[in-house]
């Protein structure tokens, strides 16, 4: 696994930001559009609240403190109560924003899942980029956890943001009315600086702003390589996990703890350059944080002093230009928040590029002088290969030329050396292989099912299991015990509704003989089985065969992998045969063939 992205670099890549972008404002439109616009118009109107009462709290300074100044107890008394209707309106409107910022965020991360889920599953994308090598490390985590880290730090930006414009605005108007001009005397001329604290909040919040963006400009890139190496780590552990009874039995866990030693060294070292990178940060924030407080007392101390301020003018001025700087600097606030959605944005749009690069696959395949493979019905019953070209994704040829026909209900074995494409061919059957040229042609309307050598046992009960994909299949169970008893797993027959990591549970030759019990209770009308009995004996295997050939016998099958002495279950041999320019396919009798029912036109 590639612990660099091959797009991550010490700045901010716009293009990140756009692709992001142009993928989750899709929440935004259609179905979703009434919702998201209503989630974002609550948002902004309790924020735009909020301001209000933040102004009339800064209000409410001034004259309480001025009455304090003056000793006017009856102002004292009336601010105090107006004070607590001001803490109920600021602890209503705060909820308001805390339900419909967090239901906004929840609601969204919601929508891009399912829009990820829906193109990553969609066209068995899963699959071909893991076949073509293109998917980026753990896509898994992409989906559930970069896209809650990419999406709820823009939302509390997006409030920052509004929040800091409408402050602004209002503070700003605030600090230029009770502020007014500043008077210097400077070597016997008069300076006049109008709105002195306006234009010193101004050049106080842009210049730290500025040096944060100098500071920490490669942060985003330190956070972008740790979060792989995280990554990574998991990947291992997990490995290791879903293989610990190999590594115990050959005694491997020395070598495994090396291997996630180095791993765990690279994620560390890569954490203390993201600790250092937040310590030059710290300089910035720690110090601006004790500073801003400060600067607007020391501002106003003169005009105080001279009498033309009043302790409540004084508190007034501090609050709006407290106000002022934190908008101003909201990009130093969040420079860390930003840094760490930027990488996830990264990540998550490195998945969806890699989505978009494998659905052109096909379509550069067919610049390169190949039509594709093309997958079309086959109305007769019968499976096709018509003129068919399988090759790699590099173009070089696999499988040249390949012709067959295989009718509806025939029994056909496909055999080959090791390194001809009998796997590769099984997959074009199934749709997952569009590099090369030619057609193939499957029974229409008809089910396929395909058995490859590991077989896949879904979470849930053994039930699930045997029904699997097909769950909303009505079957007595007395046909699934006797599909497991005639697999030979009849000693399962009483867990049929034990929920259990059946994948994990069962051996090798278990999780195999449970997908051929699959195929008896199923009963698909073209099956293609990939291995699906390389785990047994040979005898268990000739056993197994046997009872599957024998009740499928309307059923067509099409058996890769098979040991030699299983041909007399078959009617025919598909032989596989090299040559310099790909495998040439070739039909090879093995018994007379048996009358079948076959699909009519």
Not at 512 to 525: G, K, N
Request: aromatic share 8%; hydrophobic share 50%.
């Amino acid at each position: 696994m590639n612990l660099t992205p091959a797009s991550a670099a010490d700045g901010l890549d716009r293009k990140v930001f756009r692709d992001f972008f142009v993928l989750a404002a899709g929440w935004w439109t259609g179905a979703t559009a009434r919702r998201a616009w209503f989630l974002t118009a609550a948002l902004a109107a309790c924020l735009i609240v909020n301001v209000g009462i933040n102004f009339a709290v800064n209000t409410w300074n001034r004259r309480f403190f001025d009455a304090l100044e003056n000793t006017d107890t009856q102002t004292v008394f009336w601010a105090v109560i107006v004070f607590f209707g001001l803490v109920v309106c600021a602890a209503a409107i705060g909820v308001g924003i805390v339900l419909s910022r967090e239901t906004l965020q929840v609601r969204w991360r919601e929508w891009l899942i399912g829009s990820l889920i829906d193109r990553w599953i969609g066209g068995q994308r899963y699959y071909r980029m893991g076949l073509a090598r293109t998917e980026p490390a753990n896509p898994e985590y992409r989906i559930a956890d970069d896209t809650r880290l990419a999406t709820e730090p823009i939302v509390d930006f997006a409030i920052g943001l509004l929040s800091s414009i409408v402050s602004a605005l209002t503070f700003v108007g605030v600090l230029w009315v009770v502020g007014g001009a500043l008077t210097v005397q400077v070597g016997g001329a008069t300076l006049w600086i109008p709105g002195y604290m306006v234009l010193a909040a101004l050049v106080y919040g842009i210049s730290m702003s500025l040096l944060m963006l100098w500071v920490g400009h490669r942060l985003p890139g330190a956070v972008a390589r740790r979060n792989e190496a995280e990554a990574k780590l998991r990947f291992e552990l997990t490995r290791l996990r879903e293989n610990s009874e190999s590594v115990a039995l050959i005694r491997g866990e020395a070598d495994e703890r090396r291997a996630l030693g180095t791993t765990y060294q690279e994620l560390v070292r890569r954490w203390l350059g993201v600790v250092r990178r937040h310590g030059h940060i710290t300089w910035l924030t720690n110090g601006s944080g004790v500073f801003v407080p400060v600067l607007p007392l020391l501002l106003a101390a003169p005009k105080y002093l001279s009498g033309e301020f009043t302790l409540g003018q004084v508190t007034q001025l501090a609050g709006a230009f407290l106000q002022v700087q934190v908008a101003i600097a909201w990009l130093v606030d969040n420079f860390r928040a930003l840094a760490q959605c930027y990488a996830s944005m990264q990540r998550v749009t490195e998945l969806t590029n890699a989505i978009d690069d494998i659905d052109g696959d096909f379509d550069r395949n067919r610049q390169g002088g190949q039509g594709g493979v093309v997958l079309t019905p086959s109305t007769s019953g019968a499976v096709r290969l018509d003129a068919l070209t399988i090759a790699d994704r590099s173009g070089r040829v696999l499988i040249d030329q390949a012709n067959a026909r295989i009718e509806a209900g025939e029994k056909v074995m496909v055999s080959g050396e090791s390194g001809t494409g009998k796997s590769t061919l099984v997959r074009a059957l199934a749709g997952l292989w569009p590099w090369g040229a030619g057609t193939i042609a499957l029974p229409a309307g008809g089910t396929i099912a395909f058995v490859p050598e590991r077989a896949y046992l879904p979470a849930g009960t053994l039930r699930d299991a045997l029904l699997y994909p097909a769950q909303s299949l009505a079957v007595d169970d007395a046909v699934l015990s006797e599909a497991l008893t005639e697999a030979g797993l009849g000693y399962l027959s009483r867990r049929l509704d034990e929920v259990d990591r059946w994948d994990q549970t069962l051996s090798n030759g278990e999780r195999q003989r449970l997908a051929i019990a699959r195929l008896l209770v199923q009963r698909p009308d073209l099956v293609i089985l990939d291995g699906a009995t390389s785990a047994l004996d040979e005898g268990g295997e000739a056993r197994l065969m046997a009872t599957l050939v024998a009740a499928l016998d309307h059923s067509t099958l099409i058996s890769v992998g098979l040991r030699p002495g299983l041909e007399a279950l078959h009617d025919r041999k598909l032989q596989l045969s090299r040559s310099d320019h790909g495998a040439h396919l070739a039909s090879v009798a093995l018994r007379p063939p048996v009358a079948v029912a076959t699909s009519s036109p």
